[in-house]
């Protein structure tokens, strides 16, 4: 008799690191047996000031949504769930540190719309239209870089670089600043990856290094841009003045924070999965290359389905209430686990499938319908279709070419490393 190895319930801890760092087929089979069996499991608080200089002693436990229903419900309730008390971090951070690394992800109305309309306008589909020139541009020059080297690492050469230079230009970092941007991205994000985490190991103490370092590049450069204003975002925020308030050098600095943590880490995830998925399942880039724009319409949100760079999004009960069935209390924490919603069988069919055509796609990888909802989004649709796009056309027969390596994070389905190969080509305009 063959034995099929069945996951316990009770063998799943999301607070374990380690289970962060197993590839993601591992973790959605997890998530598939809480979505089945226990879909708002009540888990631990991870001991995170254990190993650090930083005391932070963990709460008292966090709920997990698991399914696709209890995520979109908790998205559009944002006064019964709210995201002030922090929405990146499980455990409790003193209030100011909340506000210095989440900024206004972690705020409430009337706080949070007054800060997400200065910046809105940059991220319209209207304006993002407007830099798909540029965006190109340097996707082309990326691509062109290993053309001819007949192989490269799909992460660091294409991925991580184009989403860097992206944003990067929008907040006006000059090129000189980028390094630091990626590696400090890289520490904050990924939170206890080796790879990332200089000498020591105090992670926590890292991402608040790595945050400080930021917020001083942050302050140098609203100076600079106090006297001379650019058409970057970076002026548009020391520029405002909301009601007679402009921005304080705390709020400066965790926009800045904020907007290169998100605009970096999760695109680069993006595009790194879709060459994955691509390469994995060649019917459905055969679907792509035939016709790269029609497919697109459908694939790049199936990209960001499969994907779901990010993990999870917190959110914290302000009254006791039910959420089906569960009571849940004044001041409890809840976490949208957003790949487990993803491949929600009440939802899609077929979940574990990778259909670039599917439609509809109610996915949740940029958020559920609500007030936080990615800011990013056309952005990051942008840069996946136009990378993808000039990758499937300039390098046709691209594909990977070895096991891809995960990044060990709480917060993104992260890869560090993807090596391709391809015919080499000569560099073309
Ligand atoms: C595929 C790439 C991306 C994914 C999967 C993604 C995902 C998300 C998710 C899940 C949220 C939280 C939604 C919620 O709490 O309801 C979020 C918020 C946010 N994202 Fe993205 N994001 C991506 C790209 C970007 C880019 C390129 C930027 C550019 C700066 C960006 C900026 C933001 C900002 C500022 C917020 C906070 C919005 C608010 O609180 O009002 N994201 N994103």
């Keep these: 008799m063959i034995r099929v190895p069945t996951l316990a319930v009770e063998d799943i801890d999301l607070s374990d690191i380690e289970f962060w760092g197993r590839p993601p087929s591992e973790r959605h089979a997890s998530f598939a047996v809480l979505r089945a069996e226990r879909p708002i499991a009540f888990f631990e608080e991870p001991d995170l000031g254990r190993d650090s200089a930083l005391a932070l002693t963990p709460g008292p436990g966090y709920r997990v949504l698991s399914r696709h229903a209890d995520v979109v419900e908790v998205s559009r309730n944002p006064d019964l769930y709210c995201s002030g008390k922090g929405a990146l971090t499980i455990i409790d951070l003193p209030e100011e540190l909340v506000e210095f690394f989440a900024g206004m992800i972690s705020t409430d109305n009337p706080r949070h719309a007054r800060l997400r309309s200065i910046v809105s306008a940059a991220f319209s589909p209207r304006h993002i239209r407007a830099i798909e020139e540029s965006i190109e541009r340097v996707a082309v020059r990326l691509i062109n870089e290993s053309a001819g080297l007949g ?51 105090d992670s926590l103490l890292a991402i608040f290094e790595a945050a400080q370092e930021l917020s001083a590049m942050m302050a140098d450069l609203a100076n600079h841009r106090l006297t001379h204003p650019s058409d970057d975002l970076t002026t548009a925020l020391v520029m405002t003045n909301i009601d007679g308030e402009a921005l304080s050098e705390s709020e400066l600095a965790s926009f800045f924070i904020l907007m290169l943590i998100a605009g970096n880490e999760t695109t680069k995830d993006s595009i790194s999965h879709g060459i994955l998925a691509l390469s994995e399942h060649p019917d459905q880039r055969a679907l792509w290359q035939a016709d790269p724009v029609g497919v697109a319409a459908t694939g790049i949100d199936e990209v960001v389905r499969w994907a779901s760079p990010v993990n999870w999004m917190r959110r914290t009960v302000t009254a006791d209430t039910i959420l089906s069935g569960e009571e849940l209390y004044d001041g409890d924490k809840v976490i949208l686990l957003y790949p487990s919603a993803n491949r929600d069988e009440e939802v899609f069919e077929d979940p574990f499938r990778f259909d670039v055509l599917r439609n509809p796609n109610p996915h949740v990888g940029f958020g559920a319908a ?37 990044t060990q994070s709480r917060s993104v389905n992260g890869i560090k490393h993807l090596p391709c190969q391809f015919t080499p080509v000569t560099p073309s305009t």
């Design 370 to 406: 609500g007030p936080h909802f990615c800011l990013g989004a056309h952005l990051a649709r942008q840069e996946i279709d136009v990378m993808l796009r000039e990758l499937l056309t300039r390098l046709p027969d691209i594909e990977v070419c070895g096991e891809p390596t995960w």
């Design 151 to 201: 192989g490269c690492d799909v992460v660091t050469s294409l991925a991580a670089p184009l989403s860097l230079e992206i944003i990067c230009n929008m907040m006006g970092v000059p090129a000189s600043e980028h390094a630091t941007v990626l590696r400090c991205s890289s520490v904050i994000s990924s939170s206890s990856d080796a790879e990332y985490l200089p000498e020591g190991n």
